[in-house]
């Protein structure tokens, strides 16, 4: 049985790494996507995939970089933002 869409999305501390830097740069190459989130290429390309198809980020190229740039006209966007921007919040000290 397929897993959920949450599940897929949110489903592992590196997803949730990588959809958080994406969050805050609105705007990153995906070679320093993989650094600075101590995360696999392989399995950020898979997940920028998905991000793509769910048309919560585009990409763009430059040459040999890919460019993460997240749509900021997509209501799941809007919503993952807000849902990372109260949480953080409240926990943060």
């Known amino acids: 049985m397929k897993e959920s869409i949450i599940e897929d999305l949110l489903g592992s501390k ?3 790494r990588v959809l958080r830097k994406i969050i ?3 705007e990153v190459n995906i070679s320093n996507l993989v650094k600075e989130t101590s995360s696999n290429f392989k399995k ?3 997940y920028v995939k998905l991000l793509n198809e ?3 980020i585009r990409e763009k ?3 040999k ?3 993460i740039i997240v749509n900021e006209k997509s209501p799941i966007f809007s919503n993952l933002e807000r849902m990372f921007r109260m949480i ?3 926990y943060s000290s």
Do not use: S, T
Request: aromatic share 4%.
């Open 14 to 16: 590196w997803k949730i």
């Open 24 to 26: 805050e740069e609105k």
């Open 44 to 46: 950020v390309e898979q």
């Open 54 to 56: 769910l048309e919560i």
């Open 61 to 63: 190229r430059l040459g």
């Open 65 to 67: 970089i890919r460019l």
């Open 88 to 90: 953080e919040g409240k």
